[in-house]
């Protein structure tokens, strides 16, 4: 079993940055990869950027260039740096990690304001 708690959500106006971030614990060392997906109103999950095991990064196209992706083993943490923020990035992020299944936070609350 994954614990996830997310931190750092909260309202920005266009242009502006938030960091988000999400404490592991449990059975971390089976993690292979960390990562955050994104759940706007009425639209689907969609994976925003993910790490894996010896660091290689992915992105979606919408926030290549504005997101990076890092994660702390030391600390069992996963961040997301957001900067030039758009109101389309308004969503409920959601923390995971990835086992033999996916683990996922309780999400937190971005609200990017025009």
């Known amino acids: 079993q994954v614990q996830l708690v997310e931190s750092g959500g909260g309202l920005v106006q266009a242009g502006g940055s938030l960091r988000l971030s999400c404490a592991a614990s449990?059975?971390?060392?089976?993690?292979?990869?960390m990562g955050w997906y994104r759940q706007a109103p009425g639209k689907q999950r969609e994976l925003v950027a993910v790490?894996?095991?010896?660091?290689?990064?992915n992105y979606a196209e919408s926030v290549k260039g504005r997101f990076t992706i890092s994660r702390d083993n030391a600390k069992n943490t996963v961040h997301l740096q957001m900067n030039s923020l758009k109101p389309e990035d308004t969503a409920v992020y959601y923390c995971?990690?990835?086992?033999?299944?996916?683990?996922w936070g309780q999400g937190t609350q971005v609200t990017v304001s025009s």
């Open positions: 995971t990690a990835v086992v033999t299944n996916i683990y």
């Open positions: 449990g059975s971390i060392f089976r993690i292979s990869a």
């Open positions: 790490v894996i095991n010896g660091g290689s990064t």
